[in-house]
């Protein structure tokens, strides 16, 4: 993969629509770790085992912004769901050696047919 941000990040998302998880692999550093609401700080091991359970329920990512900043991004997308559900993330990327370092995610409110969909609280 490339050394610009940009294209590693739009790569990724494919890999990642392609279910193609050595791709998603190869993209990360091997000290990669991953954060988000469900997830504090996992190892690229353990986000494989957590996190990956295949991309077939994933219609389309529309990424909307990437915000690029030195070694640093932010990115922000619509997913679409095969179902009609989709939902806007925002995840925020660190890079070292032209692989991702790591990723927090900020998950945005589920969404079908145009409306929010109400969240238990």
């Not at 091997?30 to 957590?50: G, N, Q, W």
Request: with cysteine.
């Amino acid at each position: 993969m490339p050394d610009d941000p940009d294209r590693l990040i739009r790569n990724l998302f494919a890999a990642y629509l392609a279910n193609d998880r050595q791709g998603v692999a190869d993209a990360l550093a091997e000290d990669f770790r991953f954060t988000s609401p469900f997830d504090d700080d996992l190892d690229k091991s353990a986000y494989f085992e957590r996190c990956w359970k295949g991309t077939g329920w994933i219609a389309r990512h529309d990424i909307e912004r990437i915000f690029v900043r030195g070694d640093e991004a932010f990115v922000t997308y619509l997913c679409l769901a095969t179902d009609g559900r989709s939902f806007r993330n925002t995840e925020f990327f660190t890079f070292a050696g032209g692989k991702v370092r790591r990723i927090d995610v900020y998950f945005g409110a589920a969404r079908q047919d145009g409306r929010f969909l109400p969240q238990p609280r």
